[in-house]
């Protein structure tokens, strides 16, 4: 739909779960689903690194984030779990 092509990996892959190309330029992708965080802080929604991506050499360009309450996928960069010493961040503030 954006005019990306997609290269799903056909070996074990670290840190990411597929590739989109667009204008020569690749950008490794991690697909992640927003989990509710708090059930008494309406959108409290966070993501959590999968065990493989905590890894310090694992890396994404981009997290690919399935709102489940809104129905929509959202982009946030591939550091934005880099920061703190936990390996769940809230994406509220992006929302």
């Keep these: 739909k ?3 092509r997609v290269s799903v990996p056909i070996v074990d892959t670290s840190g990411y779960d597929f590739i989109a190309e667009r204008d020569g330029t690749c950008l490794r992708v991690n697909v ?3 989990g509710l965080k708090d059930a008494k802080q309406k959108d409290s929604w966070s993501i959590t690194k999968a065990g493989a991506s905590r890894d310090k050499d694992a890396k994404c360009d981009i997290f690919l984030v399935y709102l489940p309450h809104k ?5 946030i960069p591939g550091n934005y779990l880099d920061s703190g010493a936990s ?4 994406i509220s503030k992006l929302l």
């Design 2 to 4: 954006r005019g990306y």
């Design 32 to 34: 992640k689903v927003a």
């Design 71 to 75: 129905e929509i996928f959202i982009e």
């Design 87 to 90: 390996s769940c961040k809230r």
